[in-house]
């Protein structure tokens, strides 16, 4: 099915707060209603090896669930059928929103562009103080969605003149099949792809995303395995080993640390951070002190102060970090992009709306240094 760009601009106003508030309004939005146990959305998963007695280990991320015949892994959307893996959510799509690009956010990759963002339902983590957990915490059978291929994504970016495509909301990495072979087609027309993720991977299907994707955030939740273990059931190592390898092989980088009080604003373990960023992935990654708001299975907390945030701020910045942002406080001076050699602002944002780029050609308008990111 085609839509004009009238009818999909349509679409795409819709909030993904509307469309999870009143999930009956995406299918119908967006082409019709969708069965859960739609065979569409099935097909065999790549990254996992098969065992005696028909279970299989699936080798995704670095759970490297063993799943007996019959069962799903820890994300709820990898279910072996008869001894063979499946993914249950290939073109499964249950949102799709054209943000601002500074939303993800991404603050160096194509600065006051859209991004066409989707997501499926699951994810390979259980944070507790999650922000989309109405569709990351959730089986996909539980959730309206829309069979969405590749080839009709890239069409939808392309109708919408959108440079990008965003892999986000949810975690990526549970449904990569369908991230690398929307990101080949995109390639093949021009439009970039980007994925929002929380790092917990595996190298393999890493290494592979890697030949595709032009920028990944990663949501670096703390500097500490005890916070990874009992606040998001993840662990450190393998977090930090993706974002040095997504770093050695020169895709663009941003980090979001999602500043949660009592839980890991502490100064020490921010200090052993910012020191751990500038020493292993440099002083030029961006990196997003971003205010945490009550959400999910922590409603007891309050939101971040805004000097915990700027105290983050300043120890990134006497750790060498050049490029240090504070999120979710629009008006916010740090929301602004400096040039790290004569101090100039460089780009102005009010929240997710940029008021003005001086770059150009990759370079600060004034002094003419070079600025690192994805400009064009």
Not at 291 to 310: G, I
């Amino acid at each position: 099915m085609r839509y004009s760009r009238r009818q999909f601009c349509r679409h795409l106003g819709y909030s993904l707060a509307g469309c999870l508030a009143a999930p009956e309004l995406l299918p119908r939005l967006l082409g019709g209603t969708v069965n859960a146990d739609d065979e569409r959305f099935a097909c065999e998963a790549r990254f996992y090896t098969k065992l005696d007695g028909r279970k299989v280990r699936c080798l995704l991320c670095p759970r490297t669930c063993l799943i007996a015949e019959g069962q799903r892994g820890f994300c709820r959307v990898r279910e072996n059928r008869r001894g063979t893996l499946n993914t249950l959510v290939y073109s499964r799509l249950c949102t799709i929103n054209n943000d601002p690009i500074e939303k993800k956010p991404l603050f160096h990759f194509l600065p006051g562009t859209n991004v066409l963002s989707v997501a499926t339902a699951g994810c390979n983590l259980r944070c507790k103080f999650c922000q989309n957990w109405n569709i990351s915490q959730v089986a996909p059978e539980s959730i309206r969605a829309e069979y969405t291929p590749p080839e009709r994504l890239v069409e939808y970016a392309r109708q919408m003149h959108s440079p990008s495509i965003a892999f986000t909301y949810s975690e990526p990495t549970i449904f990569t099949e369908y991230v690398l072979d929307t990101a080949r087609l995109a390639r093949q027309v021009g439009i970039k792809c980007v994925s929002i993720s929380n790092g917990f991977i595996n190298p393999e299907p890493l290494r592979d995303l890697c030949t595709l994707l032009s920028a990944i955030k990663i949501d670096f939740k703390a500097y500490s395995d005890d916070f990874y273990q009992n606040v998001t059931t993840g662990r450190l190592q393998p977090v930090l080993d993706t974002m040095q390898y997504i770093h050695q092989q020169g895709i663009w980088l941003e980090i979001v640390n999602l500043l949660i009080p009592t839980q890991n604003d502490d100064g020490a373990q921010l200090q052993a951070m910012v020191q751990w960023i500038g020493q292993n992935l440099g002083a030029e990654v961006p990196v997003h002190f971003t205010r945490f708001h009550p959400q999910y299975l922590m409603e007891n907390l309050p939101p971040t102060p805004q000097k915990s945030l700027e105290t983050a701020q300043a120890i990134a910045r006497s750790a060498g970090l050049q490029y240090v942002y504070i999120g979710n406080l629009p008006g916010h001076p740090a929301e602004n992009t400096y040039c790290a050699r004569c101090g100039q602002k460089i780009i102005e944002r009010i929240g997710y709306s940029v008021r003005s780029v001086q770059v150009r050609n990759g370079r600060c308008r004034f002094c003419q240094s070079p600025i690192p990111g994805v400009w064009s």
